[in-house]
T-cell receptor, first 117, second 108 residues
Framework: DTGVSQNPRHKITKRGQNVTFRCDPI?????LYWYRQTLGQGPEFLTY????????KSRLLSDRFSAERPKGSFSTLEIQRTEQGDSAMYLC???????????????FGPGTRLTVL | GESVGLHLPTLSVQEGDNSIINCAYS??????FIWYKQESGKGPQFIID?????DKRQGQRVTVLLNKTVKHLSLQIAATQPGDSAVYFC???????FGAGTRLTVKP
């Protein structure tokens, strides 16, 4: 078990470009979460998956953002037509929730730092 | 609206002292809380959790206290060490919301 991994660790892009981030959760974890974190703030929830189903999306997740988890394992977060305000750390977390009822701790990845110029 | 938040943005303590970090919540239906530690350049790391049917839970050098009457949560760190320097977040897991965090600085 190598923990949650995220790629790339850093991404610099020009405004208007599309970017895609990948998250590989802990293998037996069926829940996967995406958060955004800006300097001096706590993580802001974006969306989460139970296996391959996207169960909840925050209002922060505008139409330019899309997340997928096609096989219930890794997930991708795509941002289209990036804006300078999208610059942030994008964190992925996973948790094991076998019954779908019990809250469990989330294991976070190191994050992908996005800078939009 | 409902919120999870922290009382103090920064806390500075002397090495060896005890630290207390506070958190307020407003959702009376919250039944599960987690404290996370985030070191610079890293993702948050689980420290300890507590369910609403408990008012105290102890870990190694850490204790979480839950006061449901006033919707208050605290994290106590005993014999604080330089390695404890980080930002600490409480999270209400039902809604996956975090407060802004408290930055703990431990002075040697």
């Amino acid at each position: 078990d190598t923990g949650v991994s995220q790629n790339p660790r850093h991404k610099i892009t020009k405004r208007g470009q599309n970017v895609t981030f990948r998250c590989d959760p802990i293998s037996e974890h069926n829940r996967l979460y995406w958060y955004r974190q800006t300097l001096g703030q706590g993580p802001e929830f974006l969306t989460y998956f139970q296996n391959e189903a996207q169960l909840e999306k925050s209002r922060l997740l505008s139409d330019r953002f899309s997340a997928e988890r096609p096989k219930g394992s890794f997930s991708t977060l795509e941002i289209q037509r990036t804006e300078q305000g999208d610059s942030a750390m994008y964190l992925c977390a996973s948790s094991r929730d076998p019954l779908g009822l019990i809250n469990n701790e989330q294991f976070f990845g190191p994050g992908t730092r996005l800078t939009v110029l | 609206g409902e919120s999870v938040g922290l009382h103090l943005p920064t806390l500075s303590v002397q090495e060896g002292d005890n630290s207390i970090i506070n958190c307020a919540y407003s959702n009376s239906a919250s039944d599960y809380f987690i404290w996370y530690k985030q070191e610079s350049g890293k993702g948050p790391q689980f420290i300890i959790d507590i369910r609403s049917n408990m008012d105290k839970r102890q870990g190694q050098r850490v204790t979480v206290l839950l006061n449901k009457t006033v919707k208050h949560l605290s994290l106590q760190i005993a014999a604080t060490q330089p390695g404890d320097s980080a930002v600490y977040f409480c999270a209400e897991n039902n809604d996956m919301r975090f407060g802004a965090g408290t930055r703990l600085t431990v002075k040697p």
